[in-house]
């Protein structure tokens, strides 16, 4: 029987007095579900070309002209199909993962923006991390890389110091936050 038939039962039965009010309150919470339903069908399908040069940058941090070649640098596939067979463009996903991951917001606060499900949404924007982690993962194992010598880096903190930063022995960042 399905969630949907066990609470029609429930909600019939009380109807019918078979229940008083604590067993149906009862049963009804114990077999209620916790998933919020959202209806994004109301809104549109996300495309990047609609998008204002200005609501991209705020949105993905990004240039508009900058997500498809990102996403090529980047090597996605042309399309993710997740496991359920929802698939999402390579630049609607890189867009979900970088909504996501310029500002914290949840799914149901994006759904407007991509016209998608919070389920379809998370499960696109894990699609996307697993795929840039499975082609670039190796980059975060190990700091013996060419560009990461002891004179490289040296010529990095030159770069930043005579473009007027503070230090010359830092090459992090934080994105643009101010703390003290």
């Given at each position: ?79 993710f199909v997740c496991a359920n067979r929802t698939v ?93």
């Amino acid at each position: 029987m399905s969630l949907k038939n066990l609470q029609e039962c429930i909600l019939f039965s009380y109807t019918q007095n078979l229940l008083d009010d604590e067993e149906f309150c009862l049963l009804y919470d114990a077999n209620g579900s916790n998933y919020f339903v959202f209806d994004h069908n109301q809104y549109s399908k996300f495309t990047l070309d609609v998008i204002s040069e200005e609501e991209c940058l705020a949105n993905f941090r990004f240039r508009k002209l900058d997500i498809p070649y990102l996403a090529h640098t980047l090597r996605l596939p042309d399309k993710f199909v997740c496991a359920n067979r929802t698939v999402a463009s390579r630049e609607e996903g890189l867009c979900i993962l970088l909504k996501r991951l310029a500002y914290p917001c949840r799914y149901v606060d994006i759904m407007p923006q991509f016209g998608r499900s919070p389920q379809e949404l998370s499960l696109i924007a894990n699609k996307v991390v697993n795929e840039i982690y499975t082609l670039h993962g190796h980059l975060l194992t190990t700091l013996h890389h060419p560009w990461l010598t002891r004179a490289k880096l040296r010529e990095m903190a030159e770069v930043v110091h005579q473009k007027g930063a503070a230090l010359t022995n830092c090459w992090g960042f934080v994105d643009g936050t101010v703390s003290m």
